[in-house]
């Protein structure tokens, strides 16, 4: 019995993978950052549920939160971090090949 | 309490450039110092001894040059107390190339997402203040009666809005551009010395960014009331 080798699912950045965190990714990566409220905003997600996922991607290393001010309103800067961009690149690619049957 | 994920159609990066207009601001601004300049100039073609007008052109021309230099800036400061204590801050990406031949090149075609903010200056107010210079050069240089000018420059300038940003983030409808080739046509009826006609360009632009401007602001702010709490 020949052993398959394990298919591009397998590969997949199953942080990145998830919905939420797919959409907080993909935001990040095509704005040089933006505010916990905005992404609130664009996602539709709960306070909390936001705040976990954004927990996960910079524990991992995916995104960088800053905490600073704009004007006398305090901020809440998220921006993806190197790592992040990487992973969304090869994530996309991935999902391209799995996808496409490229 | 289930989530409900946001379904977007645009990119991130389209989506973001054109958050820069959800509130009004950009257009408010421009606006009101259009209004301002033109309304002033409109007076001191009537030759109106009055030294507060000399006074009151330099005090509405350096805020006006200041817009044009630093609007992101400017604007930054507007929002940062209006807007994004509401609907949140988001930095569009890239800065734009501060190439005016590299901007000029894209007009009528698609931008980089990453134009589409600062270059509002640029593809929409400019074009009134350049159709009052226009204007200006028809009537004291070749000597083109400027009851004809103003409606010709108009026309060109609603094409000109029209067409460079109807594939950017925050296009413009031909009929609202239309409504700019409209003015300059009325423009014709109005009696007014060749001096001042020079700021109806300018005039008009003001008026027409109000009328973009404040309608988007009023809905913003009914949309979005003042938030109890600031931040995350």
Redo the contacts between chains.
Sequence with gaps: MTHKEPGPLSEIDRLIHE??RL?IV??L???????????????????G?LSSHLDKLEKAGYIEIEKAF??K?????LRIARRGSVAFKAYRNQMGALLNGR | ?G????I?RD???R??AS?WFVDGLPEILFGVLHLALGSIGLAWGFDIKNPWLNVAMAAVFLPFLLLFWKDRVIL??FK??LT??R????????EPEPVLAGRLVTLGTAPP?DWNVTSFRVRVAFFFFVASRVVNFATEILIVDGRWSVPIVMALVALGVYAGNRRDAHAYSWQSAAAIALAGLLSIGLELPPRSRQFLPLLIGGVWLLAHGVPTLVRYLRTYPAPKG???
């Design positions: 919905p939420a959409l993909a935001i990566s095509e704005v040089k950052e933006a505010d916990y409220l905005y992404i609130q905003q664009e996602t539709g997600l709960t306070k549920n704009r004007g309103i305090p901020l809440t800067i | 309490m989530d409900m994920i946001a977007q990119s991130a990066g989506r973001a958050y930054d400061y940062a107390r994004y204590p609907t949140g801050y988001v930095r569009p990406p890239g997402v600031a931040g995350a």
